[in-house]
């Protein structure tokens, strides 16, 4: 009986911590989370087939409480808060250069919109995206058909020379 209530023990308590392991840790569906499931399982299982029914419910009852506390103690400890990112990202992207662009200017696109690349107008190379989904192959003439915050929408540049 001893060894019984010794081995449940041991594997609900290998259950809550590879369990709390997975939700703190390694979020997502990981070994922890597969490894901390089947020892609470085993354990509540193990307790309900050789030490009865009452000893089931009260490892169940005990496995379930044992994680809510637990869950809810490194909530609010300030442990989680030593391995969190406090860092609030203030700098932005400088977009400047597009102010020397205007609809309806004409470039080249520098490498193949697909449909997304790198265009130049007015000498100055931007991320272009081509407006109606349209691969643009490289050193093909385009025109801006409108100016986003950080890129240039263009389409194909139709040259009428006849």
Known sequence: MTLDLIIVIALLVLGVLFMLVEIFLLPGISIAGIAGAIFLTGGIAYAYLFMGATAGNISLAASAATLGITFVWLLRSKSLRKI??????????????????????????????????????????????????????????????????????????ININT
Do not use: C, H, Q, W
């Open 84 to 157: 969190s990112l406090n860092t609030n990202i203030e700098s932005t992207v400088d977009n400047t250069s597009l102010r020397k662009m205007a609809v309806g200017d004409t470039g080249i696109a520098v490498s193949r919109l697909n449909p997304i690349g790198k265009v130049m107008v007015n000498g100055v190379v931007a991320e272009g995206k081509s407006v109606d989904g349209e691969f643009i192959d490289e050193d093909t003439g385009i025109e801006v058909v409108k100016i986003e915050t950080y890129n240039v929408l263009v389409k194909r540049k």
